[in-house]
């Protein structure tokens, strides 16, 4: 029987295996790097490629690539062979400093809003030593960043990086106040919950919209939807199991840290959560694993969907962004300990947290916008598109307290009675349950709910750790240039809970009164990518993301630039995919179906209730299906003409997304009319509920 501990990381180049196989000094030098940023010297680089290379060759890998993350969403690679020909005809396996260090993949192809013309295609990766390498299919994969000839960052991985420095020296500013002055880092924490779909490969293949779009585009209510909650966290049907025990040993041996699957609440939906990590880890990791999913699915015959919403009707999929603040002396900023209502630096790092989201609320709607995400936010399913924090009775209740300047009194905090005598009583959560905000307090840490399942979660992290550092930025210049630091800090405290107690709601997020609510507190309700995207060129964002140097200002157009096309482009296709099926598919097979009910019922030479019923609608549905289907076509047509991106977005949102919308409809009642054997692909009753 093979245990964890021993394979788990087998493939990863961790600490354990540069302790065994570099030399004292090399070790300790790549450590500095690690820990503290010291640039990494060339011998240094040549001894640590070399042991790297001998440790992957003799796990059977023959190639390496740089691993990195193009703002196309999904990571890239290209494999170069550890090969070198020898003088005597055969081959060595040679790795180098310079190649561990620096790569310069073709890089016309991946996106760049015009940072970078593509007769400029150089664009280089850079090894990311924060974050370890590691062995997948006979490859070395080396995380890398990515970013042009001039410097600027074309990946994720690049600001990422920035925003967690930002973070870092803001946040050193204030321990330093409060006298942590041990303390020589603070880093954020995250760990992503991951949701996914699993439906068997054979059905899959046999839906365009599946293939192509990675969301079903038709497809009527079955029988049976989610109504009767039964799945989540019910028990795992066993070819599931196998799955997830598969998944998990693949992971593990990654040295990713899956630690929580279980049944989520749509039919075929499950979830998979990791052990939170340093965020770039986590975020490499969260990569991984998205593929891991796919790859291991392929083995058991079923396809992993991590699109946002591949069934109306049903949920659909999110991840939900845990994140919180730690410094290297291993304490937990956001911990409120016994008593938050003294606990000075919680509190200030609390009213920072509460700040920062009211205060860039557009930024973190836009972090997690995606066409995919559009249908989940807002859809009684995930958070409204609006932005608000949930704090929970004891801390709402402490900030109360402050804000009016009464005494609170923390006794009151309760115990949990569960009135069987053998259970032991537990002091309830400082946090209840609620499961509709978008921006939780979970105990020591904050939950964000927004993020999509198939988006990077970098762009959450990048702007909520710009947020908080731009925060931090200004306490620390009021606190520092205080006279008396206990009596600013309660003022800081008091002002700022004042000033943004509006973005606090603790209620149901998922309830109509909470948008009016939200609409009378001023709060935004940036309903699509199309309204939230733009906001990223205010002002306001651009000062604070350049200031805090995550960004130059022309990436931050070229990013713009990128994410709207990326909206626009993925609803054309669905919109192509759409006029595709239907033409191909859903007319000749109605035309077909109600053409033998015709034949049956001439045959027979009597009318029926059934066949003429049948027949008549269809024959209006398809009329129906034809003139939506060639209105989206033209819609499709004057989309092509404009070439201004937020202008073509917003002709995404108000005219393909509602003629799509338009042309579903007559499709999804036809197919409840249609006999089983005539409809072109599998239904949702199949898709959703034939694993066993
Ligand atoms: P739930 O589904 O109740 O929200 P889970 O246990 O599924 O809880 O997920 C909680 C996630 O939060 C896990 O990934 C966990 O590792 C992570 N987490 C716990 N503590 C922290 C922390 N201090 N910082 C970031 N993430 C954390
Ligand atoms: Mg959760």
Redesign the pocket.
């Known amino acids: 029987m093979e245990m964890v501990q021993d394979y788990f990381g087998c493939m990863v180049f961790d600490e354990r295996v540069m302790k065994g196989v570099l030399s004292e000094k090399v070790y300790k030098s790549l450590k500095r790097t690690i820990d503290r940023g010291v640039p990494l010297d060339i011998t240094v680089a040549n001894a640590v490629a070399s042991a790297m290379k001998d440790w992957a060759v003799s796990k059977g890998a023959t190639h390496y690539t740089h691993w990195f993350q193009p703002e196309t969403g999904v990571t890239a690679e290209k494999h170069d062979s550890f090969i070198n020909p020898a003088p005597d005809g055969r081959v060595i396996m040679e790795f180098s400093g310079k190649e561990l260090v620096k790569g310069e993949p073709d890089a016309s192809s991946f996106p760049s809003g015009g940072l970078r013309a593509t007769f400029e295609a150089r664009g280089y990766t850079a090894w990311d030593p924060t974050s370890y390498a590691f062995i997948k299919d006979g490859t070395l994969y080396i995380p890398t960043a990515f970013c042009s000839y001039t410097g600027e960052a074309l990946d994720k991985k690049v600001p990422l990086l920035r925003s967690m420095d930002a973070l870092n020296v803001q946040a050193l500013r204030i321990l330093k106040l409060f006298g942590n002055t041990d303390v020589r880092c603070v880093k954020t ?5 991951q949701e996914y779909f699993l439906i068997p490969e054979e059905l899959y293949r046999q839906r365009k919209d599946l293939i192509m779009t990675g969301r079903t585009l038709f497809g009527a209510m079955p029988p049976k939807g989610q109504e009767m909650e039964d799945h989540y966290f019910g028990s795992i049907k066993p070819r599931i199991a196998e799955y997830m025990a598969d998944l998990d040993r693949e992971l593990w041996k990654l040295g990713i840290l899956a ?2 699957k279980h049944n989520e609440v749509a039919p075929a939906q499950h979830e998979l ?4 990590r340093t965020t770039n880890i986590a975020t490499d990791n969260n990569q991984l694993t998205m593929e891991v999913m796919q790859k291991v699915a392929q083995k058991h015959g079923l396809v992993c969907l991590l699109h946002e919403k591949p069934f109306e009707g049903v949920n659909g999929s999110g991840k ?1 962004n ?3 603040i ?1 410094t290297d002396t291993g304490v ?1 900023l956001l911990t409120p300990g016994k008593n938050p209502y003294e606990n000075a630096q919680f509190l200030l790092f609390l009213s920072a947290v509460i700040k920062a989201v009211d205060d860039y609320q557009d930024l973190l709607r836009l972090s997690v916008a995606t066409a995919g995400n559009d249908h989940r936010l807002g859809a009684n399913e995930a958070p409204p598109a609006i932005i608000s924090i949930f704090l929970g009775d004891e801390l709402s209740g402490v900030l109360e307290a402050i804000e009016n300047d009464t005494p609170y009194d923390s006794s009151a905090r309760q115990k949990m009675q569960l009135g069987v005598g053998v259970l032991p009583e537990f002091s309830k959560d400082t946090t209840d349950r609620n499961r509709t905000s978008p921006f939780a307090f ?1 105990g ?2 904050f ?1 964000f709910r927004m993020l999509g399942s198939s988006n990077s979660i970098s762009c959450a992290n990048i702007h909520l750790n710009g947020a908080v550092a731009e925060v931090l930025k200004q306490f620390a210049d009021t606190l520092e240039n205080a006279e008396d630091f206990n009596k600013a800090l309660q003022e800081l405290i008091r002002k700022t809970i004042r000033e943004h107690k509006r973005i606090i709601f603790n209620g149901n997020g998922y309830d109509d009164s909470w948008i009016e609510e939200a609409e009378k507190r001023g709060l935004l309700n940036l309903k699509t990518t199309a309204d939230a995207m733009p906001k990223l060129l205010d002002k306001k964002n651009v000062d604070m993301l350049t200031y805090h140097k995550i960004f130059t200002e022309s990436e931050l157009h070229s990013r713009c630039d990128i994410m709207l096309e990326n909206y626009t482009k993925t609803v054309n296709i669905e919109a192509n995919t759409m006029v595709d099926m239907v033409s191909k598919q859903i007319l000749p097979a109605l035309s077909k179906f109600s053409g033998d009910l015709a034949k049956n019922l001439k045959a027979k030479e009597i009318t029926t209730k059934y066949e003429t019923g049948v027949i008549n609608t269809i024959a209006s549905l398809m009329d129906e299906i034809f003139d939506s289907a060639v209105a989206l076509e033209n819609a499709v047509k004057e989309l092509k003409k404009i070439d201004n991106a937020i202008e073509a977005s917003a002709y995404v949102r108000d005219v393909i997304l509602p003629a799509m919308d338009k042309l579903r409809k007559p499709v999804d009642e036809a197919e409840t009319l249609t006999a089983e054997e005539y409809w072109p692909f599998p239904t949702y009753d199949k898709l959703l509920f034939s694993v066993r």
Not at 273 to 276: C, D, G, R, S
């Open positions: 924490s995250v760990g992503p919950e630690k929580t959560a990791p052990i939170y939900h845990n994140w919180s730690s937990n979970t020591n840490k939950e």
